[in-house]
């Protein structure tokens, strides 16, 4: 069926026919053998299913779009699905065919299958034999082997551990705190807990309460009073309360992956959170809403998955991507000014009837009212904040030696920036950038020795921030450049000095974040502008960093370590070859590189 299917698909019509003509006029051969159902992960060829039929199962039916879905007259089904509604056909399928096995494939590279699986538990029930199976594309002898135990009854063989990593050529560098350079900064901490404090109290006095990710539009919670928390600023909490092991944990007990999206994954996992003594900060509120921009795969599901367990009202943003050709590749000169030209109009407008539609869900649901001129205040302070954050990461790029490294500039900004359209972030980001100027006008370097301008590609280490630092007196290398304080000063920014419509300024700013960290378009030139700008050496970049700004950076002539390790989950992790690869690399091609450019000079 699926050849057929996908024969279909390719050949003009008559042929097509023709041939499932010929195909019909052949006596059909007995099938027999366990009978299977496939979920999962869509995949176009036969190759799996043949390798089920030779493990001694038969598959008699499937989810995915080129198959049964597509049978049935289900043509044009959602690129994403919700999960509770793939859940349900796959019941209603179940019912009808009654499998002996229900068999969900995650195929390496899908992020969102995996999101399926506890709402299709949930829809199967008890005694409805269910397994997942992680495969490749093409099967192998794993996953014959897999297939194989299932089909015959007996329990998957767990997989093999990994091998212990080599011992590091150099000895570990020694683990301490960070040292920070600012005392700007020092009352941060304290405000964010007794905010976070002041959070929990409103919402136990009965106020409701949104979570939504760093790149949906806050900014209309901050104007109709909902309290709300940041999505990955409560990932960070949880990362750096060393909690996120047993958020793993929590996930998979709840039939949740934790290796995918894991670090927007912890406000979910904080649901599960029952333990009073360990939970971060007291532990996180129960959500009455949950956003989010639709900028991944799983995203929506997980989402949605979030919503069911606690009950929220889940809004999933569209995601939206620039068509033109000639896209300009200089954003970070147009957006601030002339966002109006520089963004697609029907982006905004799009972005525009969203927010409205949120903005009425929220008045609806908690009989408050939205106020445009508090709306337009909110946006005013938040361009106000940002301007300080331009002054300063220009004070910083022109500055050598820097006057602070990222340990100061990643907390001094994202703190503010989760309370982004009050005054005290303002005022935040103002002492900021008075520091970092007295510092240079002062001559106070980040470090004395600086030999070495270092630039980190990706999330943070917001658990271990000393790593940072690890460099600066044995090697005189500062990490100066992340992308916290450079994305606040270029990508946030809507002058509204001329009268221009405040929602349709932050519908400009949403649509394009990300693009500005992961589009070929925008990321690549951008990085190397602040590389060149910020006279870096070299880049590090974790496993997330976009593969296109490894690349871009590289063929301006900047050396690029990519690290095999995320940001999040860094226990077990093989840090003292990391540290090791880190310092090779400092001592190799960075230095090099610096020699070059202090030779020019």
Partial sequence: MLEAIGASA??????????LEAQLAVPAEAVTGKRVYLCGT??????????????????????????MPFARGELTPPRVTVPDDLARRVAQD????????????????????????????????????????????????RFAEQVAALIAGRPLAPPAPRAAPPAPARPRPEQGRSRKSLTSVASFNAYQRDWFASVRQQVAAGAPFAMANANAPQEILRALDVPFVVNQWWASIVAA?????????????????????????QGLAAAFDNDAENAPWEG???????????????????????????????????????????????WWVQLPGNWEQAVEAERVDLMVDEMREVIARIEA?????????????VMDLVNEQETYYRLTRDLVARTIPAPIGVVDSMPATMVPQWHRGTEWARDAARDFY???????DAGLPACPNERIRLMWVGRGLWSEMGFYQKWEESHGAVFVWSMYLALAADGYIRDLSQGGDPLRALASRVVCMGDELRMPTWAGPWHVHEAQTHAVDAAVAL????????????????????????????????DAGIEAAITAFIEGPATQRAEARHAGS
């Fill in 284 to 330: 996180l509120p129960r959500p009455n809403f949950v956003h989010a921009v639709v900028s991944s795969d799983p995203t929506l599901k997980l989402f949605e998955e979030w919503a069911g367990q606690t009950g929220a009202d889940c809004y999933i943003y569209e995601r939206t991507i620039d068509p033109r050709p000639d896209l300009y590749s200089d």
């Fill in 42 to 67: 869509p995949h176009e060829g036969a190759a799996l299913t043949r390798a089920i039929e030779a493990a001694g199962g038969h598959v008699v039916g499937e989810s995915h779009a080129w198959g």
């Fill in 543 to 574: 496993q997330d960093a976009d593969p296109f700004v490894v690349r871009a950076l590289r063929a301006a002539g900047v050396p690029v370590l990519e690290l095999t390790a995320d940001n999040f989950n860094r226990e077990g992790e093989d």
């Fill in 365 to 377: 649901k908690t009989g408050r009212t939205f106020s445009p001129q508090r709306f337009a205040e």
């Fill in 241 to 265: 309360k060393q909690q996120s092991r047993r958020y793993q944990g929590l996930l998979r007990a709840h039939g949740y992956p934790a290796d995918v999206e894991a670090y927007s994954a």
């Fill in 94 to 141: 179940v019912a009808t065919l009654k499998p002996d096995l229900v068999l969900h494939l995650r195929i390496d590279g899908d992020e969102a299958a995996p999101w399926d699986v506890a709402a299709i538990r949930r829809a199967l029930g008890e005694g409805v034999p269910f397994a997942t199976v992680r495969c490749k594309a093409r099967p192998d002898d």
């Fill in 10 to 19: 390719v050949l003009a019509p008559q042929e097509a026919i023709a041939a």
């Fill in 434 to 440: 008075e520091e970092v100027k007295a510092r240079v």
